[in-house]
């Protein structure tokens, strides 16, 4: 006898309950300072029980890093 097995259903990722296209999308930022090589900011975060919430983080660029990788748009 020879049986074959179709892997149709095992070539589908399982990615849990998180939509993965839309986390990839990047954050509205807010900054709170813009200035210097530690900044602050708030970042969009997860809906928590139907609300709207923001993330508080620094963001530290190290002293040494040129121009090109000071002004990027996220900077």
Known sequence: M???VSLAHSAE???GPWDLADLSKPPTIEWIEKEG???S???SGEDYQGKKT???A???IP???DADHKNQPWC
């Open 2 to 4: 020879i049986f074959t």
């Open 13 to 15: 990722r399982y990615t």
């Open 37 to 39: 090589s530690i900044r």
């Open 41 to 43: 900011l708030y970042y």
């Open 54 to 56: 923001r993330v508080f």
């Open 58 to 60: 620094y963001y530290g």
């Open 63 to 65: 002293e040494g890093a």
